[in-house]
């Protein structure tokens, strides 16, 4: 059974870091396009940042310059490092596994909170 487990969350003052971790099993593959989406309340979810297999990867405006996404297919796991986080980054996060072929094979883990404040 595909899984997706996040970790990492929790309690930062601004100007602070914090380095998010996703685990992935079952049947998801280095094939795999990753990706984290936030939501806070009130709002949609929106797109964070994205990896594909080859290493290519995207990011919100938001967070260009701040947030880097990485992967280690070895371990079928994606990471957020997370800089100079502001409180407007505030969110759940969730992990997402796409198959870049396959549209309907599309896992999100359960979420993970940040919460930025002083």
């Known amino acids: 059974q595909e899984q997706l487990v996040e970790s990492g969350g929790g309690l930062v003052q601004p100007g602070g870091s914090l380095r998010l971790s996703c685990a992935a099993s079952?049947?998801?593959?280095?094939?795999?396009?990753m990706a984290w989406h936030r939501q806070a309340p009130g709002k949609q979810r929106e797109l964070v940042a994205s990896?594909?297999?080859?290493?290519?990867?995207t990011y919100a405006e938001s967070v260009k310059g701040r947030f880097t996404v990485s992967r280690d297919n070895a371990k079928n796991a994606m990471y957020l490092q997370m800089n100079s986080l502001k409180p407007e980054d505030t969110a759940v996060y969730y992990c997402?596994?796409?198959?870049?072929?396959?549209?309907?094979?599309?896992?999100w883990g359960q979420g993970t909170q940040v919460t930025v404040s002083s």
């Open positions: 997402n596994a796409r198959n870049p072929f396959t549209a309907r094979l599309d896992y």
């Open positions: 079952g049947g998801i593959s280095s094939i795999y396009t």
């Open positions: 990896i594909r297999n080859v290493g290519s990867t």
